[in-house]
């Protein structure tokens, strides 16, 4: 499916003209049928029916008395550009947020990498969503396909501003449902480039481990590309023959350019002849993206692959290597692609991407799953989702089932971050989120949704739980480093002393590295 995500200038929200609260009422009650109707007739007899977590929990201390700073004294002008950093793009005149889900976590993986060798990424390279999302969460999961929603938040140090947490998940990757056999066509690239150490011979052995880990009944293909592609191993049954696989793996070296393009198109040709019904049917593209020969624009290589993406459901799957990396081609790959990216920089990666997210990369439990997040106009004065500006759907494209969302699997959670300003002493309904997403196997629609109040509001983010504060490190990180001035962040001496101490709390070894990151961050200012 093939959608234009991009809806510009839906980053705020910030309007005065307030409804009745009565029509305002019937209109969100109308909003909650329909989305009820829809899920029950889209179910059919096999339905899974999630039980919403809507956190709507009472009982916080009263907020405390806002505090005025950087110049903003809280008034409002329908449409107007203050000149102050909160009001730098005119918002439109809506209160709705649309956008696919999305699960990648590369630009973070690429940020600490070049980081740990001691440089800035390209602002360009960050994406908060995806630093937000390689954190783990504690959300309730459901029996089966689908989603829970969660909705919580914490008020900031800055005027009338919140975070409002939107939290959906997945069941767990151990689940005793048993996932169908899996055909996975790997794609990889042995272009010259591809000789530095922690890039080819990195891929070698996750390609040698995920092999191992693999169950007999799935299946294994290998492409290579440098100038040219070529199949060095047709779709094989693991069982029995896992050394023929090891073999070929062990065969690759690296050779001259880099035809990225070439590789794709094989990579889906060899998928296709392989294609195993009722099997996950995925390719899986291992490389550093730093295409030099052939086409190496991500539109027209995905349109000659277009049928057999469409035809078939074969996903894509990109994983990043090496120092140089060309992360806007292979984020894009996967992104039209309806799959993910992650990025490997050691053999620790690798195991995590390759053995241990195993069940998360190969399956799939949501085919084109979108969020919509309704902001009450009598609470908020506007809204910012913090990232997923390349997964910006219509508004009004959210139950058109035509319209690409993104593709999930078991044991992810996906995590979108907002910067609120709720009006001055607003009390009441802050928000309604809903997910949208269709049964992998049926086709059939679903939808979840849940609610957060204003007085369900943590007093503070110090106040908030662990995970949510880790969130809030997350995405503050990586608003620094590409200088985009969310509300609220204390800047990085403030969040390395904060990501320190959760480190300590959690005794998580991720947070451990993002208080490591940010250190490093700060010694390259």
Same mark, same amino acid.
């Given at each position: 499916m093939e959608t234009d995500r991009t809806r510009p200038g839906q980053?705020?929200?910030?309007?005065? $003209?307030?409804?009745?609260?009565?029509?305002?009422?019937?209109?969100?009650a109308l909003t909650a049928a329909g989305g009820l109707l829809l899920t029950a007739c889209g179910a059919g007899g096999?339905?899974?029916?999630? $039980?919403?977590?809507?956190?709507? @929990? $009472?009982?916080?201390?009263?907020?405390?008395?806002?505090?005025t700073s950087g110049g903003d004294d809280g008034s409002e002008q329908d449409g107007e550009q203050t000149g102050t950093p909160d009001d730098k793009i005119a918002p439109p005149p #809506?209160?709705?947020?649309?956008?696919?889900?999305?699960? #990648?976590t590369a630009s973070y993986g690429y940020a600490r990498?070049?980081?740990?060798?001691? @440089?800035?990424p390209d602002p360009s390279t960050i994406r908060p969503e995806e630093f937000v999302n390689s954190f783990h969460q504690d959300y309730d999961r459901p029996d089966g396909n689908g989603f829970t929603v969660t909705v919580d938040g914490a008020r900031t140090d800055k005027s009338d501003w919140s975070l409002v947490r939107v939290g959906l998940a997945t069941r767990t990757a151990d689940s005793t449902t048993e996932r169908p056999p899996a055909a996975l066509t790997f794609v990889i690239d042995v272009s010259?480039?591809?000789?530095?150490?922690?890039?080819l011979d990195l891929a070698k052995k996750s390609l040698d481990e995920m092999t191992d880990r693999l169950r007999d009944d799935d299946s294994v293909a290998l492409v290579t590309f440098s100038d040219e592609a070529e199949t060095v191993l047709p779709m094989t049954r693991l069982g029995g023959h896992r050394g023929q696989v090891h073999d070929a793996v062990d065969e690759l070296e690296t050779q001259s350019s880099t035809n990225l393009g070439a590789g794709v198109e094989t990579g889906y040709a060899t998928a296709t002849e392989g294609l195993r019904k009722g099997a996950t049917n995925r390719v899986v593209l291992i490389s550093d993206g730093l295409a030099n020969t052939g086409d190496t624009n991500a539109d027209s290589i995905l349109d000659r692959i277009a049928h057999e993406r469409r035809a078939h459901g074969i996903t894509l799957f990109g994983v990043g290597v090496g120092s140089d990396y060309g992360d806007a081609l292979m984020e894009k790959l996967a992104d039209k692609g309806d799959g993910h990216t992650a990025y490997v920089a050691n053999?620790?990666?690798?195991?995590?991407?390759?053995?241990?997210?195993?069940?998360?990369?190969? #399956?799939? $439990?949501?085919?084109?799953?979108?969020?919509q997040v309704a902001f009450d106009?009598? *609470?908020?004065?506007?809204? @910012?989702?913090?990232?997923?500006e390349d997964r910006k759907v219509a508004d009004d494209a959210f139950r058109?089932?035509?319209?690409?969302?993104?593709?999930?699997?078991?044991?992810?959670?996906? *995590?979108?971050?907002?910067?609120?300003?709720?009006?001055?002493?607003?009390?009441?309904?802050?928000? *309604?989120?809903?997910v949208r997403w269709l049964d992998p196997n049926t086709r059939a629609p679903h939808e979840e949704s849940g609610q957060l109040e204003t007085d369900a509001l943590h007093d503070s983010l110090n106040s908030a739980p662990a995970t949510f504060q880790v969130t809030a490190v997350a995405a503050y990180f990586a608003d620094t480093l590409r200088s985009t001035e969310l509300p609220g962040n204390p800047g990085l001496t403030e969040l390395a002393s904060r990501a320190h101490t959760l480190a300590k709390e959690t005794e998580d070894k991720d947070v451990r590295q993002l208080a490591e990151a940010i250190d490093e961050a700060r010694r390259t200012d």
């Open positions: 980053e705020y929200a910030h309007h005065r $003209t307030r409804k009745p609260r009565r029509l305002r009422a019937t209109l969100l096999g339905s899974d029916s999630n $039980t919403s977590n809507a956190n709507n @929990r $009472t009982g916080f201390p009263a907020p405390a008395p806002a505090i #809506d209160y709705l947020s649309t956008f696919a889900l999305d699960v #990648d990498r070049a980081l740990a060798d001691g @440089r800035r010259g480039s591809m000789s530095e150490t922690g890039r053999d620790a990666d690798a195991h995590k991407v390759f053995v241990d997210q195993l069940p998360q990369n190969i #399956d799939l $439990t949501a085919r084109d799953a979108k969020a106009p009598e *609470t908020v004065a506007r809204f @910012r989702l913090i990232g997923y058109n089932d035509k319209v690409d969302g993104g593709e999930i699997g078991p044991g992810h959670t996906v *995590t979108a971050l907002y910067a609120v300003r709720t009006r001055p002493g607003a009390d009441g309904h802050l928000a *309604t989120v809903s």
